[in-house]
C-alpha cells in the first residue's frame, strides 16, 4: 500500500514538475517578449533611452530567474521510476542549486558585464538623427561649443560640474530647436533656490567620534557654483568599509575626434577606486583639470 502511495506520489511530483518547467520556460520568453514589445512602442528615442537605460536590466533579471527555475525542475526527473529515497531530497537540493546558479551567474552578468553592451545600445539611441515633429525636418546635433549659445546659464553650470549633459538639436531649414537632457559623469544635487542640478560638497566636518576615534557623524556643507546658495547636512558614519560608498554610473559623451572611450580611474585611500568614461579627448582634459576630490560628492 505504502509503495502505491509513493509511486502515485512520484508521478504526479514528476509530472508537476514537466509543467512546472515549461510554464517557467514559457513566463521566461513571454517577459522577453513584453519588454521588447513595450520598448518598440516607444518612438522617441529620448523617451526610449531612459527606459531602456532604467529598465532593461531589471527585466532581464527577471527573464533570466524564471530561466533558470525552468532549467533547474527538470532534475528531479532523475528518479522517475524509483521509490521515495535519499536520492529525492538531493535532486530536490540540486535542482535549487541548479536554478540559483543561473540566475546568480546571470546577475552577475547583467550587472558588470553587459552594461558595456547597453552603453553602446545607449549611445546609438542618443545620436541618432532627431526628425522635427512640427515639419519632419532630420535635425543636426550641435558641437559642444555650437550648443552653448541655445543654453541658459545655470544648464551652462551643470555641464561644468558633469551633473547635467545637455543635447542640443538644431532644424537648419526652420532653426528650430530641441534641447534633451541627460546624466552626467560626476554626482551633482538639485540646487532648492535655483532648481539646477550645480549644488556640490565644498566641506566636510566630523563632528562626532566614536570611543576608537573613528568618525561617527559627518556635516557637509555645499554651496551651488551657479546662485552660490548653501546648505548643511548631517550624515551617519558606518564603520564598515565600503557600507559609505557607491559607485557611480558614468555616463558618456559624444565623440569628436574618432576616440572610441578615454577611461579615468582613480584611487583614493578613502574612497577606494572610482572610473569615469569620455569619448571626447577635449571633455577628458576638462575634467581633470577642474577635479577636486573634496568637491566631489
Known amino acids: 500500500m505504502d509503495e502505491i502511495q509513493e509511486s502515485e506520489f512520484l508521478v504526479a511530483w514528476h509530472n508537476g514538475i514537466i509543467i512546472g518547467a515549461i510554464i517557467s520556460i514559457a513566463i521566461s520568453i513571454l517577459i522577453y517578449l513584453f519588454y ?29 530567474y524564471a530561466l533558470g527555475l525552468g532549467l533547474g525542475m527538470p532534475i528531479n526527473l532523475y528518479g522517475a521510476g ?25 546577475s552577475l ?6 552594461p558595456t553592451k547597453l552603453s553602446a545600445k545607449l549611445r546609438k539611441l542618443r545620436y541618432t538623427p532627431r526628425i522635427n515633429k512640427k515639419t519632419g525636418n532630420k535635425m543636426r546635433l550641435l558641437s559642444e561649443d555650437e550648443e552653448d549659445v541655445h543654453l541658459q546659464e545655470g544648464m551652462q ?24 537632457k541627460y546624466e552626467g559623469h560626476l554626482v551633482a544635487l538639485q540646487c532648492g533656490n535655483c532648481g539646477f542640478y550645480t ?7 566630523i563632528v562626532e567620534t566614536h570611543e576608537d576615534g573613528q568618525p561617527k557623524e559627518l556635516v557637509k556643507n555645499y554651496q551651488c557654483s551657479y546662485c552660490k546658495n548653501v546648505r548643511a547636512t548631517q550624515f551617519h558614519i ?21 576616440i572610441e572611450m578615454i577611461k579615468i580611474e582613480i584611487h583614493s585611500t578613502h574612497d577606494g577606486k572610482k572610473f569615469y568614461e569620455f569619448e571626447s579627448l577635449e571633455q577628458a582634459q576638462k575634467f581633470i583639470k577642474e577635479f577636486d576630490k573634496d568637491k566631489v560628492a
Open 82 to 106: 524509483k521509490e521515495v529515497g535519499t536520492w529525492f531530497f538531493v535532486l530536490f537540493f540540486i535542482s535549487i542549486a541548479g536554478a540559483t546558479l543561473v540566475g546568480y551567474v546571470a
Open 238 to 258: 558606518s564603520q564598515k568599509q565600503g557600507d559609505d560608498y557607491k559607485h557611480q554610473k558614468p555616463a558618456i559623451k559624444r565623440n569628436t575626434r574618432g
Open 36 to 64: 521588447n514589445l513595450k520598448v518598440s512602442m516607444i518612438a522617441d528615442n529620448k523617451e526610449k533611452y531612459e527606459y531602456i537605460n532604467k529598465s532593461e536590466i531589471r527585466w532581464y533579471k527577471w527573464m533570466f
Open 199 to 205: 549644488m556640490r560638497v565644498v566641506k566636510e566636518e
Open 157 to 180: 553650470a551643470e555641464e561644468n560640474v558633469f551633473s547635467i549633459d545637455y543635447d542640443v538639436w538644431i532644424d537648419e531649414k526652420t532653426s528650430d530647436i530641441l534641447i534633451e
Open 109 to 114: 552578468i547583467l550587472d558588470y558585464y553587459y
